[in-house]
């Protein structure tokens, strides 16, 4: 059983549409990062956030954090193709042990 | 900076086989961690060191060793490979606690 549970686990959209991806669990987590990867690479860092209820924007790329630091969303608005790849939370618990959801793979055709 | 390199990039072991996946690092981390990612299930947290000579287990560490006897490497052993043992392994670092990993480009174990 998984920490973090993300959903959905795929998502295929046109260019142009919103999305939201959550990240869910029943612990409280001292910090939360997301992350992108690309096919044949590691994942990158995209965003962490800290403080219940923060908010943070990256260009399209809303997150959020929730009030108890047990879950957190990644929006994107009107995405682009370029958006395509594996989005993965990750939680930050016990000191220092990272835990990643499952991921959410995300398809944005032309 | 390399960042974080691992050798292999491609590996295929015969059931009951041992070999050492390698991990290093020049960005002076304290942290370093292995992670092996299947489909589905996200990455899942191996083993992870916090400094040289302290390593410790995470969510999956069964069949698996592994020694820090140096800051910037952290290899990763395999005793008797098993096929279920397949999978992307990531190794990462970070410089402390609740700040961002740094991946290498993984390495892709077969055990047939």
């Known amino acids: 059983t998984q920490l973090l549970e993300q959903s959905p686990q795929f998502l295929s959209i046109q260019e142009g549409e919103n999305l939201t991806v959550y990240c869910n669990s029943s612990?409280?987590?001292?910090?939360l990062q997301w992350y992108r990867q690309e096919p044949g690479e590691g994942p990158v860092l995209l965003v962490t956030?800290?403080?219940?209820?923060e908010v943070k924007k990256l260009k399209r790329l809303t997150f959020q954090f929730g009030d108890a630091r047990k879950d957190s969303s990644l929006h994107i608005t009107a995405a682009q193709p370029g958006d395509t790849g594996l989005y993965l939370c990750?939680?930050?618990?016990?000191?220092?042990?990272?835990?990643f959801g499952g991921g959410t793979r995300l398809m944005v055709k032309p | 900076n390399a960042g974080v390199t691992q050798t292999p990039k491609f590996q295929v072991l015969k059931t009951g086989q041992s070999m050492t996946l390698q991990c290093a690092q020049d960005?002076?981390?304290?942290?370093m961690s292995w992670y092996r990612q299947d489909p589905g299930m996200g990455l899942r947290l191996i083993h992870y060191?916090?400094?040289?000579?302290?390593?410790d287990q995470g969510e999956v560490p069964n069949g698996y060793n592994v020694s820090r006897s140096t800051t910037e490497d952290f290899p990763l052993r395999l005793l008797s490979a098993a096929p279920s043992q397949t999978s992307v392994y990531f190794c990462?670092?970070?410089?402390?606690?609740?700040?961002?990993?740094?991946f290498g480009n993984g390495t892709r174990l077969t055990v047939t």
């Open positions: 990462a670092s970070r410089p402390l606690v609740n700040s961002p990993l740094h």
């Open positions: 612990s409280v987590f001292s910090s």
């Open positions: 956030v800290v403080t219940g209820g």
């Open positions: 990750a939680g930050e618990y016990a000191g220092n042990m990272l835990t």
């Open positions: 960005m002076n981390h304290e942290y």
């Open positions: 060191s916090v400094g040289a000579g302290i390593t």
